[in-house]
């Protein structure tokens, strides 16, 4: 069973550019988290998607950012018109469906590195 | 809002030593707690999840502690080695909402 995947591993892009980050769950899991890695920093919510929803994006910035997890294919983190700030490490975590009302635990992915130019 | 404290930030030991990283949080009304390791430029690896119920669970070498009341965990890495060598990140779980809430990590380095 492979575990949570993400591409590209490793993203350059020129200020302006637009970024996408994809996130491919576990088998079996219909939850998808996002969370950013700004250097020096703890990691932080962005998104919390199930398949065609989103449930919580209170950790998305309100402008330039995106999600989106279709009822085919992996989940897509959009960045548009990056920055410099944007430059960070960002994970995708999954989760099976819930068998109690909270979730167990996530299964983290190996991370996407954006480098903003 | 919860705020998730490592201390300390970073760690550096000699291979053999026992060790202890301590984590503490804000908002003792959790669900669970959670140990990752992370490797330079890798992924969080899960390590041990403690729910809110219990006082520790262990694995190995590891053992973490929960104590929810005064918000603290400890996580008592036994016998290190320098294959330890990581940044520890410790994640709360709240009882209401989707999220972990992370600390900044401690950076170990286990000296051979």
């Known amino acids: 069973n492979a575990g949570v995947m993400q591409n590209p591993r490793h993203l350059v892009r020129r200020r302006g550019q637009e970024a996408r980050l994809r996130c491919s769950p576990m088998?079996?899991?219909?939850?998808v988290y996002w969370y950013r890695q700004l250097p020096e920093e703890g990691l932080k919510f962005m998104v919390y998607?199930?398949?065609?929803?989103?449930?919580?994006e209170s950790g998305m910035p309100k402008e330039r950012f995106s999600a989106e997890f279709p009822k085919e294919g992996p989940s897509i983190l959009r960045i548009q018109q990056v920055v410099r700030g944007d430059s960070a490490a960002y994970f995708c975590?999954?989760?099976?469906?819930?068998?109690?009302?909270?979730?167990?635990?996530?299964?983290f992915g190996p991370g996407t590195r954006l480098l903003v130019l | 809002k919860q705020e998730v404290t490592q201390i300390p930030a970073a760690l550096s030991v000699p291979e053999g030593e026992n060790l202890v990283l301590n984590c503490s949080f804000t908002?003792?009304?959790?669900?669970?707690l959670q140990w990752f390791r992370q490797d330079p430029g890798k992924g969080l690896t899960s390590l041990l999840l403690?729910?809110?119920?219990?006082r520790e669970q262990t694995s190995g070498r590891l053992n973490a502690s929960l104590d929810k009341s005064s918000g603290r965990s400890t996580l008592y890495i036994a016998a290190s080695q320098p294959g330890d060598s990581a940044t520890y990140l410790c994640?709360?779980?709240?009882?209401?909402?989707?999220?972990?809430?992370f600390g900044t990590g401690t950076s170990l380095t286990v000296i051979p």
């Open positions: 975590a999954s989760s099976p469906p819930a068998t109690w009302a909270v979730q167990e635990t996530q299964y």
């Open positions: 088998k079996g899991h219909s939850h």
């Open positions: 998607l199930q398949k065609e929803n989103i449930i919580d």
């Open positions: 908002d003792s009304a959790i669900y669970n």
């Open positions: 403690i729910q809110s119920s219990q």
């Open positions: 994640a709360v779980r709240p009882v209401t909402g989707n999220q972990f809430y």
